[in-house]
């Protein structure tokens, strides 16, 4: 097998005047140091996070094609108000996709590099929307015989952030989670986590069928909040459960707010004595996604003990350390194909995920649709 | 001197069918027990802590006076919407003041109540609205020779909180401190405390006059949050001081919101490096008030690197345990003359306090403005 000299990969640009470009830049492969393989990569997942990255809060109803056939080019007009956000990355262009799977087509000198040689592995380093990555091997997790690029593909980020919401909750001595957006690939995977660990989960979702998804994967909470009775629904399941602790994938709206008022309300079922600030037990809320990018709003009717913040994976990674990160990633390997598998509606190449029409719809987050791009496809 | 048998007092009562009453109840004064003592109350502050007890959340728009003019009534509407966060008082008949002051005109056998005996003390304890208050003596702090009770009154809830923040900031590894409603008592206390200590203060207001106020006390920093220059300014003022620790006393609308991005702003400012998901320093808003009732609202510009939560004095006092809390305590007896006096707009009798009019007037929370109540007027 030759290696090409050049590999296409998708690049991000957002100019200081405002505007998206989405390209695919050809560069050439760097040749792995001792330490490195060069991996070929065939399966990466387009998680919201890297669609973060990649659209730049820009407005794709503005999206417009130009470029060729082979190498298409996107624009679109970013929000003033978005700008000042992104001060960090303007004028850059940036390479995108957290995480991904393929073959090590080459290996430096090192035994660690040389043991990966021709293996199939999932790795976690960024630039992972490109034919062929050059990455060190310790950032490479080899699967098991058998196993697919796509089957690997998403090995770090939804399973590592599913456990890290339950070693949150622990750490944080709480004894049940909340979650929205539950039907999702990583909702599925908490589920399917805390079925395993008998942890009590109560999931909010917004559709019909994806209550009918949930209950099929044995989920007992589930909570429509679409519904006119969500609230006492919301608040019965957490009185059943005691959940103190959410994590909230949505963002906008009145979810969250929505949540710590039940929160409280449950609590105040078993209080004993009326206190003016509510109950003293904390509720907390994180929120990791930002699926409704609107503004968050809540009324403060849950007491004056209650917290809400942002969560985020790698932060949680170094607060638990390389120890902690090594305990988890080892049950990901573990249990790839049942409790961590994932599932896509869509395997993309570079120049489809280029394209409008496809960009309407993965750019959509809906929930249980997920694309898989395929550098080499 | 003779004691009274009886004691008048403000009791608030909100009906499970959603009306509030306000009246003064007569009831036989408690005899005290060995460590226990009789306060005179001649002074107590009005603080909006105090004032969520007494109005129960009701519209005061359709407050309504009854009762005779030695015994006046007040009655309202509650909306039904904030009756279920009141679940536990409804049908009680509250006693109201967190805290207040006045002369110890009986003492139990024990020799801690004795020594108190005749002297003039601070109370923390509820119940305060009352013309005599049995109480422990543990819970009564001495003035000094020739301190009033006026001065005395405040001498618990504002200085602890303002303290709090401080100590709060410091254990929370933040360097400086961001205060909102600056201008009243409490942040002309915190500002006293943050120029004594060095600890930088960003104070923000809504008028022009209490800028100027605030000046005149050396603050450095100040931001007028009706400015059409308010976002920059504040983002200026949080880049000169790096404090990304906000204390809010308003709660709804945008400004929470607003603190945190104006941090995320400062602090990508001085950014070496763009991350995707903004500032990995933590920004956090406590809220510890509800001047504005409304919602809180806020658009999530500011990355994933924050929190916003309850922050109240009583809780924060039980985590720093009794040693923690008895040293801020010494601090404020030592400076209550100075760092930690309080100024009130009004002296109301317990008749005053239930009139319509007044009620108008101290209900409104206007910065600045504090009614003291003397139930011995």
Chains 1, 2 share one sequence.
């Not at 094609?65 to 679109?76: I, K, L, M, N, Q």
């Not at 990966?116 to 630039?127: D, M, P, Q, R, Y």
Request: charged share 20%; glycine share 10%.
């Amino acid at each position: 097998m030759t290696l090409p000299a050049t590999t296409l990969q998708i690049r991000s640009l957002v100019s200081r005047d405002g505007q998206l470009t989405l390209s695919l830049a050809e560069e050439a492969i760097a040749q792995p140091a001792a330490h490195e393989v060069i991996v070929r990569v065939e399966a990466a997942p387009m998680n919201p996070s890297d669609l973060g990255l990649l659209f730049g809060a820009a407005d794709l109803r503005t999206a417009k094609a130009s470029g060729t056939a082979s190498r298409p080019v996107v624009t679109a007009d970013v929000p003033e108000a978005a700008l000042k956000s992104m001060a960090g990355r303007l004028d850059q262009s940036m390479q995108v996709g957290n995480e991904g799977a393929g073959v090590v087509v080459a290996a430096g000198a090192s035994p660690e590099a040389q043991a990966l040689l021709g293996k199939t592995v999932a790795a976690l380093g960024g630039a992972m929307y490109t034919q062929y990555r050059t990455i060190a091997a310790a950032q490479c997790m080899p699967l098991a015989e058998g196993q697919t690029p796509a089957e690997g593909a998403s090995a770090f980020v939804n399973p590592l952030t599913a456990l890290g919401m339950v070693e949150t909750m622990r750490r944080e001595g709480h004894k049940a989670l909340v979650h929205t957006a539950a039907a999702s690939n990583l909702g599925q995977m908490l589920n399917r986590i805390c079925l395993q660990d008998g942890i009590p989960l109560v999931n909010i979702v917004r559709k019909k069928e994806q209550e009918d998804i949930l209950r099929g994967l044995g989920a007992k909470y589930v909570c429509n909040a679409t519904s006119p009775t969500f609230m006492q629904d919301l608040t019965d399941a957490l009185v059943a459960t005691g959940a103190t602790l959410a994590f909230d994938a949505i963002g906008g709206g009145k979810l969250a707010g929505q949540i710590l008022t039940c929160m409280e309300a449950a609590l105040n079922k078993t209080a004993t004595e009326y206190s003016r600030y509510g109950s003293s037990t904390h509720k907390q809320v994180y929120i990791y996604g930002g699926l409704d990018r609107g503004p968050t709003e809540f009324t403060r009717g849950f007491g004056m003990t209650w917290g809400m913040g942002g969560w985020l994976l790698f932060p949680f990674l170094q607060k638990i350390g390389p120890e902690g990160a090594a305990k988890l990633k080892a049950r990901v390997a573990a249990e790839l194909k049942t409790t961590f598998a994932s599932h896509y509606t869509a395997e993309l190449s570079l120049v489809e995920a280029l394209d409008l029409a496809q960009i309407a719809v993965y750019s959509r987050h809906a929930t249980g649709e997920k694309a898989l791009l395929n550098p080499n496809k």
